[in-house]
């Protein structure tokens, strides 16, 4: 396997409040609750679920901006990514929350140059918004709008080892598909539970202090198989 390629995660991770969140409690019927409970229970995926909550929305493009421009990320972060360049690894943010929010986040950080995969916030009038899921995948074990299992895999079928940075049930897939995980939050007990590789962090500044180790070996990862992202279900 070649170089690194890291996986990380926005909302909770990269970003302190969860974007998606702060804007479904600031702008969108209460209804968008029932959704979060049923997904929480397991009655739909996430796709559906977020689909549904963003169809609630009710706010201009310069609400939603004025609502995201409170918003903050980790501080250690814009430090980590330097780490990341200066070491050769590739990094690209995966998330199941909003590419919009997320992009205009990092863009106030300096930071708008990086790649994100995420469902597209796309406005249909001048209150009422939508969603689509350019990364979505029919195989996807947990019917997320971003699989992040398929962004895994293929990176692992580029020779690249992965390594996942998360925090909650999103990322639980993409777990077992990584060859090492950063963990944060509920990650860290699925990460235990399913014996997947990986250490806990509180943020970016433990994840600057773990890289040369994890460029040096020293911290284990399993051998991997590269498989078809078609065998995913």
């Given at each position: 396997?070649?170089?690194?390629?890291?996986?990380?995660?926005?909302?909770?991770?990269?970003?302190?409040?969860?974007?998606?969140?702060a804007l479904l409690e600031r702008f969108a019927h209460p209804d968008w609750q029932r959704l979060e409970r049923d997904w929480r229970e397991g009655r739909i995926g996430s796709a559906e679920c977020m689909a549904g909550q963003v169809a609630l929305l009710?706010?201009?493009?310069?609400?939603?901006?004025?609502?995201?421009?409170?918003?903050?990320?980790?501080?250690?972060?814009?430090?980590?990514?330097?780490?990341?360049?200066?070491?050769?690894?590739?990094?690209?943010?995966?998330?199941?929350?909003?590419?919009?929010?997320?992009?205009?986040?990092?863009?106030?950080y300096g930071l708008h140059w990086l790649p994100v995969q995420a469902n597209h916030l796309v406005q249909t009038g001048e209150r009422s918004w939508k969603l689509e899921t350019p990364f979505a995948d029919a195989h996807c074990?947990?019917?997320?709008?971003?699989?992040?299992?398929?962004?895994a895999v293929r990176a692992h079928n580029k020779h690249r080892r992965v390594l996942l940075i998360g925090d909650g049930a999103s990322d639980f897939c993409a777990a077992g598909e990584a060859d090492f995980v950063f963990a944060k939050h509920r990650l860290i007990e699925h990460c235990r539970h399913a014996?997947?590789?990986?250490?806990?962090?509180?943020?970016?500044?433990?994840?600057?202090?773990?890289?040369p180790a994890l460029l040096a070996g020293k911290l284990h990862t399993p051998r991997r198989v590269l498989i078809p992202e078609t065998a995913l279900s």
């Amino acid at each position: 396997m070649g170089k690194w390629n890291i996986l990380c995660d926005f909302d909770g991770t990269i970003a302190i409040e969860d974007a998606t969140d702060a804007l479904l409690e600031r702008f969108a019927h209460p209804d968008w609750q029932r959704l979060e409970r049923d997904w929480r229970e397991g009655r739909i995926g996430s796709a559906e679920c977020m689909a549904g909550q963003v169809a609630l929305l009710d706010a201009s493009r310069e609400e939603i901006d004025a609502q995201l421009a409170t918003l903050r990320i980790d501080p250690a972060f814009a430090a980590f990514v330097e780490a990341t360049l200066a070491a050769g690894l590739t990094l690209c943010v995966v998330s199941d929350g909003l590419d919009y929010a997320i992009k205009s986040i990092l863009r106030r950080y300096g930071l708008h140059w990086l790649p994100v995969q995420a469902n597209h916030l796309v406005q249909t009038g001048e209150r009422s918004w939508k969603l689509e899921t350019p990364f979505a995948d029919a195989h996807c074990r947990i019917n997320s709008g971003h699989c992040k299992c398929v962004s895994a895999v293929r990176a692992h079928n580029k020779h690249r080892r992965v390594l996942l940075i998360g925090d909650g049930a999103s990322d639980f897939c993409a777990a077992g598909e990584a060859d090492f995980v950063f963990a944060k939050h509920r990650l860290i007990e699925h990460c235990r539970h399913a014996d997947i590789p990986h250490v806990s962090i509180v943020g970016f500044a433990d994840a600057i202090g773990l890289l040369p180790a994890l460029l040096a070996g020293k911290l284990h990862t399993p051998r991997r198989v590269l498989i078809p992202e078609t065998a995913l279900s």
